[in-house]
T-cell receptor, first 119, second 113 residues
């Protein structure tokens, strides 16, 4: 069972370009979360999605950032017109969740991250 | 401010010693999870403890949860050099719409051989 996959692992963009980060959740997981980690800091929640729905985007900057999790394909975090302050590691996590709340369903499993550098 | 606060921020010990890291949080929670992150890498899930549990064990790891004090501790026994990493606690707040985790700043553990 493959873990959470993210690509690319490293992404370099110039100011003003677009960054597109992809996340494929673990098999059987329909809940995806995006987090951002600035250097020397902990992770900060950005957005929580289920298939075709944004459940909680309270951590997303209001401008330039968007996320989707289509019915088919990976979840995408999109950053338009990147600025130097967007340089960070972006992590995706997935979980099973659901009504039964069995032992393992709440655990979030993280991908290896995408390290975005804005020049 | 962050829900989780780890203490200490940095910890340096000798191989074979025990390492204890603490985490405090502010609101009621569904569960609390501990993660490890090696430098420049992703997060590895270590253990999840639910709000109705007081203690959990997994190999050399022992986690306690005191909901009255809103605190948790992670104990690593008989530490090894390979345990060198940053350790984060993350809470799943009761009031969440969903399962977003609130992370602390982390404890940087260094285990010297």
């Amino acid at each position: 069972n493959a873990g959470v996959m993210q690509n690319p692992r490293h992404l370099v963009r110039r100011r003003g370009q677009e960054a597109r980060l992809r996340c494929s959740p673990m098999k059987g997981h329909s809940h995806v979360y995006w987090y951002r980690q600035l250097p020397e800091e902990g992770l900060k929640f950005m957005v929580y999605l289920q298939k075709e729905n944004i459940i909680d985007e309270s951590g997303m900057p209001k401008e330039r950032f968007s996320a989707e999790f289509p019915k088919e394909g990976p979840s995408i975090l999109r950053i338009q017109q990147v600025v130097r302050g967007d340089s960070a590691a972006y992590f995706c996590a997935s979980s099973m969740r659901g009504f039964q709340r069995a032992f393992s369903t709440d655990t979030q499993y993280f991908g290896p991250g995408t390290r975005l550098t804005v020049l | 401010s962050q829900q989780g606060e780890e203490d200490p921020q940095a910890l340096s010990i000798q191989e074979g010693e025990n390492a204890t890291m603490n985490c405090s949080y502010k609101t009621s929670i569904n569960n609390l999870q501990w993660y490890r992150q090696n430098s420049g890498r992703g997060l590895v899930h270590l253990i999840l403890i639910r709000s109705n549990e007081r203690e959990k064990h997994s190999g050399r790891l022992r986690v306690t949860l005191d909901t009255s004090k809103k605190s948790s501790s992670l104990l690593i026994t008989a530490s090894r050099a390979a345990d060198t990493a940053s350790y984060f606690c993350a809470t799943d707040a009761f009031s969440n719409q969903g399962g977003k985790l609130i992370f602390g700043q982390g404890t940087e553990l260094s285990v010297k051989p």
